[in-house]
């Protein structure tokens, strides 16, 4: 069962920058999920439905919804086992729990507040 662990979130302020982290544990099916899958950041706002935010499939290639174009960055990490979303210019809209998502699996969430 493919486990993840979301990390790096906090409190800044308006246009301010945060990185998340998303990495699974030493475990030989995480681990190959990490590595070569379609890996998603979801965001959820108090009182809004789970939003896809950004998305790296296994060959690399990216997408972003529209809100985030240009402010968000996915990458993966050269071993494959962190997924990273860089996130600049930050506004009070972009106030959520982040997750980390791969199909049935979630992580526990990191919560993001971008305060003015």
């Known amino acids: 069962q493919v486990e993840l662990v979301e990390s790096g979130g906090g409190l800044v302020h308006i246009g301010g920058s945060l990185t998340l982290s998303c990495t699974s544990p030493p475990k030989i099916v995480s681990l190959v999920a990490m590595a070569i899958g379609t890996i998603n950041w979801y965001r959820q706002a108090p009182g809004k439905q789970r939003e896809l935010v950004a998305t790296?499939?296994?060959?690399?290639?990216?997408n972003y919804t529209d809100s985030v174009k240009g402010r968000f960055t996915i990458s993966r990490d050269s071993a494959g086992r962190t997924i990273y979303l860089e996130m600049t210019d930050l506004k009070p809209d972009d106030t959520a729990v982040y997750y980390c998502n791969k199909g049935k699996a979630w992580g526990q969430g990191t919560q993001v507040t971008v305060s003015s």
């Open positions: 790296i499939t296994g060959r690399g290639d990216t």
